[in-house]
Protein backbone atom coordinates (compact mmCIF):
# COMPACT_ATOMS: atom_id res chain seq x y z
CA UNK A 1 0.00 0.00 0.00
CA UNK A 2 0.92 3.61 -0.44
CA UNK A 3 2.87 5.67 1.64
CA UNK A 4 1.10 9.08 1.97
CA UNK A 5 1.99 11.95 3.59
CA UNK A 6 -0.59 14.69 3.83
CA UNK A 7 0.48 18.41 3.79
CA UNK A 8 -0.61 21.24 5.73
CA UNK A 9 -3.20 21.74 2.73
CA UNK A 10 -4.69 18.25 2.83
CA UNK A 11 -4.42 17.67 6.54
CA UNK A 12 -7.90 16.74 7.93
CA UNK A 13 -8.71 14.26 10.19
CA UNK A 14 -11.49 12.87 8.42
CA UNK A 15 -8.85 12.10 5.68
CA UNK A 16 -5.96 10.98 7.52
CA UNK A 17 -8.12 8.40 9.76
CA UNK A 18 -10.15 6.57 6.67
CA UNK A 19 -7.09 6.76 4.82
CA UNK A 20 -5.25 4.71 7.56
CA UNK A 21 -8.81 2.66 7.66
CA UNK A 22 -8.08 1.82 4.05
CA UNK A 23 -4.52 0.24 4.89
CA UNK A 24 -2.91 3.67 3.89
CA UNK A 25 0.71 4.46 5.58
CA UNK A 26 0.05 7.93 6.86
CA UNK A 27 2.22 10.83 7.84
CA UNK A 28 0.86 14.00 8.94
CA UNK A 29 2.40 17.43 9.53
CA UNK A 30 1.95 17.31 13.04
CA UNK A 31 3.34 13.94 13.71
CA UNK A 32 6.13 15.42 11.22
CA UNK A 33 7.08 18.26 13.42
CA UNK A 34 6.37 20.50 9.80
CA UNK A 35 3.06 21.85 10.51
CA UNK A 36 2.99 25.51 9.37
CA UNK A 37 6.28 24.57 7.38
CA UNK A 38 7.16 26.11 4.22
CA UNK A 39 6.49 24.06 0.66
CA UNK A 40 10.14 22.66 0.40
CA UNK A 41 10.18 21.57 3.89
CA UNK A 42 6.99 19.47 3.08
CA UNK A 43 8.47 18.15 -0.03
CA UNK A 44 12.24 17.49 1.41
CA UNK A 45 10.37 15.80 4.45
CA UNK A 46 8.30 13.37 2.55
CA UNK A 47 11.77 12.53 0.31
CA UNK A 48 13.62 12.15 3.37
CA UNK A 49 10.86 9.50 4.94
CA UNK A 50 9.79 8.03 1.48
CA UNK A 51 6.22 9.34 1.31
CA UNK A 52 4.12 10.57 -1.47
CA UNK A 53 3.30 14.12 -0.63
CA UNK A 54 -1.02 14.25 -1.07
CA UNK A 55 -1.67 18.01 -1.95
CA UNK A 56 -4.64 20.20 -2.75
CA UNK A 57 -2.02 23.40 -3.51
CA UNK A 58 -1.10 22.34 -7.30
CA UNK A 59 -0.14 26.01 -7.96
CA UNK A 60 2.67 25.91 -5.64
CA UNK A 61 3.64 22.35 -5.31
CA UNK A 62 3.73 21.07 -8.52
CA UNK A 63 5.93 24.13 -10.14
CA UNK A 64 8.42 23.16 -6.51
CA UNK A 65 8.28 19.40 -8.01
CA UNK A 66 8.90 20.55 -11.38
CA UNK A 67 12.02 22.77 -10.34
CA UNK A 68 13.36 20.16 -8.09
CA UNK A 69 13.41 17.45 -10.62
CA UNK A 70 15.07 19.94 -13.38
CA UNK A 71 17.88 20.90 -10.70
CA UNK A 72 18.53 17.06 -10.22
CA UNK A 73 17.07 16.66 -6.54
CA UNK A 74 14.37 14.10 -6.50
CA UNK A 75 11.63 13.61 -4.78
CA UNK A 76 9.54 10.77 -3.29
CA UNK A 77 6.47 11.79 -5.42
CA UNK A 78 3.13 13.61 -5.00
CA UNK A 79 -0.50 12.92 -5.82
CA UNK A 80 -3.01 16.59 -6.59
CA UNK A 81 -6.20 16.87 -6.26
CA UNK A 82 -8.28 19.87 -6.70
CA UNK A 83 -9.88 21.45 -2.97
CA UNK A 84 -12.98 18.99 -1.89
CA UNK A 85 -15.93 19.68 -0.38
CA UNK A 86 -15.65 18.24 3.13
CA UNK A 87 -17.82 14.94 1.94
CA UNK A 88 -15.64 14.01 -0.85
CA UNK A 89 -13.21 12.48 2.36
CA UNK A 90 -14.78 8.76 0.62
CA UNK A 91 -13.91 9.72 -2.95
CA UNK A 92 -10.03 10.52 -2.60
CA UNK A 93 -9.67 7.03 -0.53
CA UNK A 94 -11.65 5.37 -3.40
CA UNK A 95 -9.33 6.92 -5.78
CA UNK A 96 -6.00 6.30 -3.96
CA UNK A 97 -6.94 2.89 -3.49
CA UNK A 98 -7.49 2.52 -7.34
CA UNK A 99 -4.01 4.05 -7.66
CA UNK A 100 -2.38 1.75 -5.05
CA UNK A 101 -3.65 -0.92 -7.54
CA UNK A 102 -1.69 0.03 -10.19
CA UNK A 103 1.31 2.19 -8.84
CA UNK A 104 4.06 1.51 -6.04
CA UNK A 105 5.73 4.48 -4.13
CA UNK A 106 8.53 3.85 -6.13
CA UNK A 107 6.86 3.89 -9.61
CA UNK A 108 5.59 7.81 -8.71
CA UNK A 109 8.95 8.93 -7.19
CA UNK A 110 9.55 12.23 -9.34
CA UNK A 111 6.04 12.48 -10.62
CA UNK A 112 2.80 14.69 -9.91
CA UNK A 113 0.09 12.63 -10.73
CA UNK A 114 -2.56 14.34 -10.78
CA UNK A 115 -6.01 12.66 -8.80
CA UNK A 116 -8.60 15.33 -10.65
CA UNK A 117 -12.06 16.73 -9.19
CA UNK A 118 -12.83 14.29 -6.31
CA UNK A 119 -16.62 15.61 -6.47
CA UNK A 120 -16.49 14.77 -9.97
CA UNK A 121 -17.51 17.81 -11.55
CA UNK A 122 -15.67 19.40 -14.64
CA UNK A 123 -12.86 21.87 -12.84
CA UNK A 124 -13.23 25.42 -14.30
Not at 3 to 13: E, F, G, K, N, T
Not at 39 to 62: C, N, P, W, Y
Request: aromatic share 4%; with cysteine; net charge neutral.
Amino acid sequence: MLRIYLDDCSMIRALAEALRKAGFEVMTPLEAGTRGADDATHLQRTSEHGFILLTFDKQTMVPLADEWVSQGLEHAGMIVCEQMPKDAVSVIVRRLKNVAKVHTNEMLRNVPLHLGAVWDKPVK
